[in-house]
């Protein structure tokens, strides 16, 4: 018995041991910027300045009436909703035909998979000059049909869709290698048991895969609405939450007034905002997504 608890007290330590590198980044890099965000949201600081000026809840009640944010906010959700509507249909479906071609799909798989390899800075790049007023292929080919100029980023009303658009092409291929991997996953004989009982591929797929994949679906809907939630590089990059506040999205806003206009007691309050959001927003979801699946559960 006391060789039992020595091994069971040294595999113990062994693993504490393990943990210790992991857990120190944890608290470091997550807990503490976490943690400091609010402290500095009570204060009033340049971010040079060594006295930071305590300012109570004057931070908070402007980030309340603050109508930047709120259509910051109002973005951010749109693009939540647009990427639950959008994003995971797209990639659900090509990696259903995937799976139904087997071996055949691997160049189609690379293909689709190609945009997810770039970098977020050469994608923003790329679709700028693509989307370009001047020379762009949008102009390019209004032009050719006796066209005018076609300026997607510039147009107020057209911008958040625009960057919307280059999000799905880098997104959607990796949600796809997600559920790729999830149906490859399921026994084949499934699938032939389904045609035995003379089902079709949309009764197999609505009927079967569906059902069978609800967890994964909750999965990859909750990082989708936590990336919406926190986007920032590529709305940057292409058009810095401009034309008129028109793209503007929490992140990008909390960047702006942190380091342009040197508010960091004023951007700290953003940026724990936003934590505040995508956590109850996360919670809210898996919640629902829980009473969901008990309901399916009862009634099967």
């Known amino acids: ?63 309340l009436r603050d109508p930047s944010f709120t259509g910051a906010i109002r973005h951010n959700l749109l693009i939540i909703v647009m990427s639950l509507v959008i994003q995971q249909p797209i990639a659900i479906a090509l990696a259903f035909m995937l799976d139904r071609m ?10 689709y998979y ?32 006796g066209g005018g100029i076609v300026d997607i980023l510039g147009n107020p009303s057209m911008s958040l869709m625009g960057v919307f658009t280059v ?12 559920y790729r991997a999830v149906l490859s996953a399921m026994d084949t ?16 797929f609505f009927r079967i895969v569906l059902p069978m994949i609800k967890v994964s679906i909750q999965t990859a809907c909750t990082l989708s609405m936590i990336g919406s939630l926190k986007y920032f590089d590529l709305v940057y990059i292409m058009t810095e939450g401009g034309p008129n506040s028109s793209s503007e999205l929490m992140a990008t806003y909390m960047y702006r007034m942190t380091f342009r206009f040197r508010r960091m007691g004023y951007g700290s309050s953003i940026a724990s905002g936003m934590f505040i959001i ?20 009862k009634k099967a």
Not at 30 to 36: L, M, W
Not at 102 to 111: D, E
Not at 118 to 145: C, D, E, H, K
Not at 196 to 203: F, P, Y
């Open 102 to 111: 087997g071996p055949r799909s691997g160049p189609l798989r690379v293909v």
């Open 114 to 145: 190609f945009p997810a390899l770039f970098s977020t800075a050469a994608v923003g790049m790329l679709f700028t000059f693509i989307y370009s007023p001047r020379n762009g292929i949008f102009t390019t080919i209004s032009r050719l049909f």
């Open 278 to 297: 995508v956590v109850l927003f996360s919670l809210f979801f898996l919640f629902i997504s829980n009473i969901i699946m008990k309901e399916n559960g």
């Open 189 to 204: 004989e499934i699938y032939e048991a389904s045609l035995i009982d003379g089902a079709t591929l949309s009764q197999y």
């Open 1 to 63: 018995m006391n060789l039992y608890n020595a091994r069971r007290r040294e595999i113990f330590f062994v693993s504490a041991l393990f943990l210790v590198p992991a857990v120190f980044l944890l608290l470091v890099y997550i807990y503490y910027s976490v943690g400091y965000a609010f402290f500095l949201s009570f204060r009033d600081w340049n971010g040079i300045d060594p006295v930071k000026r305590f300012v109570e809840m004057m931070n908070w009640r402007e980030l």
């Open 167 to 178: 999000i799905c092409w880098t997104a959607i291929p990796f949600y796809m290698l997600f």
